[in-house]
């Protein structure tokens, strides 16, 4: 397998898991009861949850260096907010904090790519 070959399936693995990870924050927010407490953290989640593949792809499809930093940054972003609303869910909803932490090691991971991805634009371009 060439370099180029290996990058494009790790570009597309990353893809992939922001897609599935969105996916699952959706099944995961479904089986949330629907209350005055939980209304707002699931329509947080899913927002942040669904947007970290979302930004991802828009930094796939950067226009400039600065534009894929700006985009990397925001992957980072959506996904550390995806921890804090993941968290939230936990506690409003005991029941479901087994769910909730396994959907937030992979959201703290994401973040620690996206963390990495961005230190090295950050430390390569000033």
């Not at 996916?23 to 629907?34: A, G, Q, S, T, Y």
């Amino acid at each position: 397998m060439s370099n180029d070959q290996d990058s494009n399936s790790k570009k597309y693995d990353l893809e992939e898991r922001t897609a599935k990870f969105g996916e699952e924050v959706i099944k995961f927010c479904r089986d949330l009861p629907r209350n005055e407490l939980t209304r707002r953290i699931v329509d947080q989640l899913v927002g942040c949850g669904t947007s970290v593949g979302a930004q991802y792809c828009e930094a796939d499809d950067a226009e400039s260096p600065k534009d894929f930093k700006h985009k990397i940054g925001l992957c980072k972003k959506e996904s550390r907010e995806s921890k804090h609303f993941l968290r939230m869910s936990a506690v409003a909803v005991p029941e479901m904090a087994d769910r909730a932490r396994k959907l937030w090691v992979e959201a703290k991971e994401l973040n620690l790519i996206f963390n990495a991805i961005y230190k090295k634009l950050k430390d390569k371009q000033g």
